[in-house]
């Protein structure tokens, strides 16, 4: 599972059956201190997360067809849960 930052949402009229009834949110990548590490992509949202929150998701189409019970979903990431904190132990 890796982290990112939640920075909006995708609407889409038209898309694959699998995405239908499904909330798609625009993430950033980060680490865990918060600081942006990567290009924003969209995923699935299985947390009911919000733009800003911190969240934890996986972002490999195996495990993300796994979580929706779909082997052949056309999908690469699936935002699992909302990070209340995080602490770094040194």
Do not use: W
């Amino acid at each position: 599972m890796k982290l990112g930052t939640i920075k909006g949402s995708v609407t889409a009229t038209v898309k694959h059956a699998v995405y239908s009834g499904e909330r798609i949110l625009l993430v950033e990548p980060c680490g865990p201190d918060g600081k942006s590490s990567g290009t924003c992509f969209a995923a699935i949202d299985r947390s009911q997360a919000a733009p800003g929150d911190l969240i934890f998701y996986v972002d490999e189409g195996n495990s993300a067809r796994a979580i929706l019970g779909d082997a052949a979903a056309p999908v690469r990431a699936v935002i699992m849960g909302i990070i209340d904190s995080v602490e770094m132990v040194k």
